[in-house]
């Protein structure tokens, strides 16, 4: 009974699983690749750093913690207007990597302003000392030794996106999430609760795995 009901669920489980990774992929590039400056930002314009200015490190802050300061679910619902705006529809994996994407910048800006928190700064002084651009230390140096501890950034990054895409589901939003609320929750089927819990908890510890092993690999000390 069990088996022919997970043979029945499997299509259904094979397109929630693509549309979770889709999902996350598309809100995880955007997150690095707005994230990383802004926390780049957030780093070098405070007090006695490279590119100190209290005006552009109080604005961006007080942005990225007001983000941060509303619940995902929240968030959520708020941007369906933008959503609407930038896909076209408000359900679907596309339109909720608007939410999700939102809700991920602030979240690794921050991962990358405290890892670059972690360099000794006799690194950076050093740098300063030989003349280097800030542009150059930002590059050559503080990134470079902030390698492993972003790809830790990214990770969790990654990982928080998949419990999100999850919440995602209550507005329609697909993926594992819609589906175990569609067919798990409504219509109080346990076998899809408990495939999709599993789906959910392997493929975190795969992620988690695979960044370990990377910020392993990335770390020279």
Known sequence: MLIDSLLTLLPDLNKAFFETI???AISLAVAIIVGLPLGVIL???????????????????????????????????AL????????????????????LSVAAIPFFARI??????????????ASV??????????????????????????TITTISLIAYSAMAGIVGGGGIGDLAIRFGYYRYDNTVMLSTVIILICL????????????RILDKR
């Open 112 to 125: 990358v302003e405290n890892s670059l928190r972690e360099i000794d700064k006799g690194v950076i002084e």
């Open 22 to 24: 889709y999902m996350v």
């Open 129 to 154: 000392a030989v003349g280097a651009s800030p542009w150059m230390i930002i590059k050559e140096v503080l990134l470079l030794e902030a390698r492993p501890s972003i790809i830790q950034g990214v």
């Open 43 to 77: 780093f070098v314009t405070d007090r006695g750093l490279l590119l100190e200015n209290n005006f552009i490190k109080t604005t961006v802050g007080f942005v990225v913690n007001m983000v941060r300061s509303i619940p995902f679910i929240i968030l959520l619902v």
């Open 204 to 215: 975190v510890q795969i992620i988690q795995f695979a960044g370990d092993k990377m910020a």
């Open 80 to 99: 369906l207007p933008l959503t609407k705006i930038i896909t076209g529809s408000t359900i679907g994996p596309t339109a909720a990597s608007v939410s």
